[in-house]
Each structure stands twice: as C-alpha cells, then as structure tokens.
C-alpha cells in the first residue's frame, strides 16, 4: 500500500482509536515501519485527541495524588507484597477471565467478547514469559548441577592472552564449555572446538563454537583426555585443525 | 521530556507515577467520570490506571503510540471493567450517556482548559459525540452506528472529519477556523 492510499484508508486514526482489527493493527504497523513519516502523522492525531480530552478535564479531588503516591511506595517497598501481589493478580486474572465469559453469556455483546480476547492475549503473553524464564532456569539449574558434581574434570585451555575450562564428566555424559572466558574469532574466522581422544591420532571435532552465550554444551564423547580450539577459515569448520589457538596448560 | 519519563516508568521509578499524574489526571478522570458517572467509583478507577500503569510500566511501548493513548487505553478498560462489576447495564449507560454527554457541571470545569473548552465547543456537536464514544468511552464503530442510527460507513467518515477538525482546531491557526465552518457543511 502508497503513503497516500493508507492515509485515505482512515486506518491509522482506527488504530490511535484502538478500533483495528489483528490483522489491520499487523497492516499499521507494518507501514509505521517502513514510512517513518506515518509515526509524525500519527503523532499529531494522537496529539489533538490527548487535546481534547484535556478540553474535558475534571480535575481529581486534592488527596488523591498523594494518596496514589503513598500506595505505590508501599507496593514497592515490600518485596514479599509484590509476589502477594502477583499470586493474588494470577488468580484474579483468572477469576476476572472467568466473568467475562459470564458476562458474554449474559449480555452476549461484542464489547465483552473483545475485552475476553484481551484478556487471554495478556494471559498467553504471561504465560509465555513463564515457559521462557523456566527453560532459562533449567539451563542454569543444570549448568549448576554439572559444576558442583565432584565427578565433573575441570579441563583448563588456554591461548596466548585468555584461559578458561572445559567441564566434563562421565557419569552425567557431558562435555560443556565456558564461553564467558573465551577470545573472539578475528574477523572472517571461526572457532572449532576440538577433543583430544586417548589412543587417537588426530583430535575429533567437536563442532563450531557459539558466538554469544557463555555457556555451550556439546554432544558428549568418551575416553577425552584434552580439549583445544583452533580458528578456522569458514563457518562449517575443518576435518583437522588449521591454526590452534587454545590449547591444555 | 517523554523519554526521561519512559526511562523511570519502565525502571518503575516511581517519579513516573508523580508527572503522569500532574500531566494527565485530570484528563483521565474526565474520561473516567463519563463512563463511570459514580464520583466515588471514578476515584477508585483512577487510582488503579496509575497502579496498573506503575506495575506495567515495562510493557509500553514509545512505538505504538504516545503515553496519553498508553494510559486512556489503561483507565478505559478499568473504567468498563468496574461499571461492569457494580452491575451497571447497558441500557442504563446509554440512557445516561445523552445526559453526562454534553452537560458538564460547572464544578467540573478545569480553569486551565476553560478557553480550550470554549474551543472544542466549537466542534459540531455530532462530532464531538462521536469523538466521546469511540475515543473515551471504547466503542467500535460497528456499535456507534447501532446505538445512534447513523449508517456505519458515514460514522467513519465523520470519525475522521473530527479528527481532522480538531487537529485545525488545535493547530492556533486563525484561518484553520474559517475551514472548519466551511468543512463542517458539506458531511
């Protein structure tokens, strides 16, 4: 759609109105991104609407700023209040999804409809950060778990300016990485992760190592007597190291 | 002054909570008052949009629209939210929507606003309407059109035409006013 077309649509006041659909609401965003002129244009109808609303003002009695003020330090003072608070919001969020469904038997009205869809896209939001944040405390957790393991080998390597470990271990299967203290590739260079395996020749390949994180497991492999990292010229790695840049102390 | 704002809102920096409320109470609690028309009912609305809008601070986003939006969106919904729960029923809220409409008591009048009241009284009053259904008080289109009998595609182009007369109106500009009559002829 041209800057003109959507202009003439009308929609991007529905959407200042919060009158869009999902899909209109995917449409004006879309063209706020592309054309960064649309954002002054909505600013401005945002602006003279905010105007009007300050036309009609009624000014709050004179205690409740303060009033508002005092409940908001106490809400964040008490940290135990705040996962009172969230417990207490979790169940009223469900307690308030369930009166809106008897709200929409009632009145069968779209109004409540809309409110309930609402309703459950915040609840799937939440819900969604939940997942996220248990899969992060999983990885910690087991991450945790490998380093207090007094069967876990702590395999240090080292190049010429930084040093960091290998941890592995052979009860739990695994072969983990820290990446918090490793040096960067050069430019156009890729680190490979290498195990020196007892009774072998040449180092297996481990795979390529991650650019973020600071933390990379890696499939595990038996009888490791060694790690090392080399720099290699392209992303997939090689069969046999080119230049080793960590080795063991 | 926006972005320091935004910055202690999403820090919850209770500050925020401080200048939101200078700014925009009053305009928040004339909406509220209109949906709620309890004056008790409408003090305890307003105080949760500042609550909910100090606990989610993080979530708003400067993209999708200014703060105002942000926190009409917020008093809005709490607004309905609690006309619901005090078991008002939508017959009732039209009836007193005609009345609550278009007669503010004097008590109410913010001297600050009083010449851009006088401003806005300048809008065609079925413009205004329309403005207070959909922007204040939450109603689609669709349920403008049922409510007040005007054909769906002629209330959006008068949603329009009085967004765009009070963007003139607003604008401080003298021959703006001169459009606005001319304009305000022919829809």
Known sequence: MDVQTFLASGLLEAYVLNQCSAEERSTVETMLQKHPQLREEMNRIELALEQFAQANAVPPPAGLRDKILRDIANDASTGSQKVNNFTRNMILGGAISAAVVLAI???????????????????????????????????????????????????????????????????????????????????????????????????KSMGMVATDGDWQKF??????????????????????????????? | MQDSIIIQLQQQDQRAIATLYDQYSAALFGVIMRIVQSRELSEQVLQDTFTKAWRNGASYNPEKGRLFTWLLNIARNSAIDATRSAQFNHSKKSDSLDSLVHTPGSEQINPEHVGLRELVGKLDEKYARLIEMVYFQGYTQEEVAEATGIPLGTVKTRLRFAINELRLIFSDNPAAMLLIGMMAERI
Do not use: H
Request: charged residues 25%; proline residues 6%.
């Open chain 1, 105 to 203: 038997l009632w009145q069968g009205s779209q109004r409540g409809y809309r409110l309930l869809e609402q309703e459950n896209k915040r609840m799937q939001q939440e819900m969604q950060d939940c997942q996220t944040r248990q899969k992060q405390l999983i990885a910690m957790e087991d991450q945790f778990n490998l380093l207090r393991d007094p069967g876990t080998k702590v395999i240090n390597i080292a190049g010429k300016e930084k040093q960091t470990a290998v941890y592995y271990n052979n009860a739990r299967q695994s072969v983990a990485l820290d990446l918090s203290r490793m040096p960067k590739a050069e430019p156009g260079k890729y680190l490979q992760f290498w195990a020196i395996v007892e009774g072998e020749t040449a180092p």
């Open chain 1, 219 to 249: 499939a595990y492999v038996e009888n490791a007597i060694g790690f090392a990292v080399s720099e290699e010229p392209t992303p997939d790695g090689s069969a046999v190291p080119t230049t080793v840049v960590m080795a063991p102390i």
